[in-house]
């Protein structure tokens, strides 16, 4: 018996050993998926509290934990109001990260640590214009009775889909149906994920047109020199057919995951990765590309404020979205591939916009040239992607064509539900806002037929 009582003791004092050394080692070296988990954690919770004004614990369990791993049932946030700051980690000690919040330039995740030189990242960017309840949308805020054909299908759960969060309807330039889910209104801010490579995209057409920059232009980057990405064009990275083998699945620590979440400077991390084949023969979805046409456009002004607060003075303030806020990563890099927070009538405004083509109150703001360009299929994609960050093919396997859509609609997706439906030969643009992973088979060419058959009536 004391021989067994000694060998009990020593297991557990073995296990007691084992289990602190695996808490001291997850402490001083977390896996790269752990940190990827609390970053994302960070990220999300800073932007929708100190952007959309939301609760933080109702945004670390709808939108973090509920449709995420389920290892992000174990992390937990930290705000701190008052040095505008996030801090998320698993059982109190493991993988800690931080976000932190600039004006006007929204949060950004600070993998290295360095919470002080994130946050010295600033710009002289303008105030939004105030809106005008007085006035009608788009100019103003104020939206006019809803068209009653609508009111059936804007309160179709199945249509809407699984935790929805805003849907606007605009015909004929013109607010005729919207609705929002519990807990969202006309002024939250959403984030629209990859429907902000749309909007990366106008603004670098917008820098390219206004400095006389061929988009065919080679030799992008000093560092692709001596290989093929030296041939690499702005054309090509609006295309997603550069080349270059960057990895966008989701499901582990890939490029699009690390570069998000484990590194401070993402344009640096996107510029490393090699081409694999020449470019213009294969396309391949990638944010990595859409950060680079951010620091390409970016890089052509001289002082980096002004490039900073360009997105505002060049697009956001002349169309109306005075919510808007495309948010900079921690050495100030805009995101232009995942990270812009707008309201859904502002993504409306952006919608319409593209629908008009490129122009607004009779003014041109985006070159016409630059919409064909985006509206026009590519040969590498087989048809389904425009030349300019845009798709020509809704979400899922059947053709547009399937749910009796027009051959001129044009999308803009992003993760979990988002997407912009634009059909110019309608006036048409839907907006649909939510929460809702591709896992659940949502359609919204099922919303956006439903809605034109209802306005046809």
Known sequence: MRLLSKLLVAAGAALVILVLGGC???????????????????????SNVFLAGRDADDVLTDDVQAPGHPLLRLVGVDVDLDRRLVTADLAGF??????????????ASVPDGDIASAQGVSAPVSEAVPSDDTVSWPEGERVGAMDSR???????????????????????GRIVGESYGAGF??????????????????????????????LDTEGLFPEWTGDRRAKIRLSDLL???????????????TDVTRMLYLQSDMAAYARSVP?????????????????????????RFSDPKQALAYPRKALFDPIGMRSAVLEADAHGTLVGSSYL????????????LLAQGGVWDGKPIVPADFVTRMTTPTAASGGVYGGAQAWRKGPGDEADAHYG???DVLWLLGHDGQSVAVIPSENLVVVRMGLTPSRGGYRPQRLVAAIRDALKR
Do not use: H
């Open 239 to 253: 295309a997603m057919q550069s080349g270059l083998d960057f990895n966008e699945d989701y499901g582990a620590v």
């Open 185 to 214: 209104n006309a002024q939250t801010p959403l984030l629209g994920w990859s429907m902000a490579k749309s909007v990366n995209a106008v603004l670098a057409g917008k820098v390219a047109a206004d400095q006389g920059v061929d």
């Open 94 to 107: 493991i993988a800690p990260s931080v976000a932190v919040y600039r004006d006007g330039l929204g949060c």
């Open 405 to 407: 859509l027009p051959a």
């Open 24 to 46: 001291v080692w997850l402490w001083l070296a977390p896996p790269d998926l752990l940190r990827v988990g609390t970053g994302y954690a960070a990220k999300i919770v800073c």
């Open 341 to 352: 927070y707008a309201t859904a009538r502002d993504w409306a405004r952006f919608g319409l």
């Open 150 to 172: 609508l009111s059936t299908t804007l309160q179709d759960a199945a249509l809407l889909g699984s935790a929805y969060r805003a849907v606007v309807v605009v015909k004929d």
């Open 275 to 299: 081409a694999i084949v020449e470019r213009g023969t294969r396309f391949n979805y990638s944010s990595g590309e859409a950060v680079l046409i951010s620091k390409w456009w970016m890089s």
